[in-house]
């Protein structure tokens, strides 16, 4: 059964840090592109990091660049998104996801849509407040 299950969202004041975890299913997880978006109401959800678990580098947009890292346990079946610098703006929903369709490969890398990811947890809130 494919599965994710996301956990550490909170609170922070602005600059502060949260980690966030997500455990996957095996059959997901191993040698596939997994990544996090975030979505605030009234607008499309966000990739905010994808990483492929079978090697190849982390793919980050600008707005979370070096301040945002993922990274993951084949050990565990589980990612993570340390972030670090938070603003008010990285508030939100944010959530795990899977590409079924292994779209992405290490080499060419992951897709950064939504709408190439086909598995999703059930999100986990992040507040930064000012």
């Known amino acids: 059964q494919v599965q994710l299950v996301e956990s550490g969202g909170g609170s922070v004041q602005v600059g502060g840090s949260l980690r966030l975890s997500c455990l996957a299913s095996?059959?997901?997880?191993?040698?596939?592109?997994l990544g996090w978006f975030r979505q605030v109401p009234g607008e499309q959800r966000e990739g905010v990091a994808q990483?492929?678990?079978?090697?190849?580098?982390?793919q980050y947009p600008m707005s979370v660049r070096g301040r945002f890292t993922i990274s993951h346990d084949n050990a565990k079946n589980t990612i993570y998104l340390q972030m670090n610098s938070l603003q008010p703006e990285d508030s939100g929903t944010y959530f795990c996801a899977a590409d079924t369709e292994r779209v992405g490969g290490v080499l060419f890398g992951c897709p950064t849509k939504a709408i190439d990811f086909g598995a999703w947890g059930q999100g986990t809130q992040v507040t930064v407040s000012s």
């Open positions: 095996a059959d997901i997880y191993k040698d596939n592109c």
């Open positions: 990483v492929h678990t079978g090697g190849g580098p982390p």
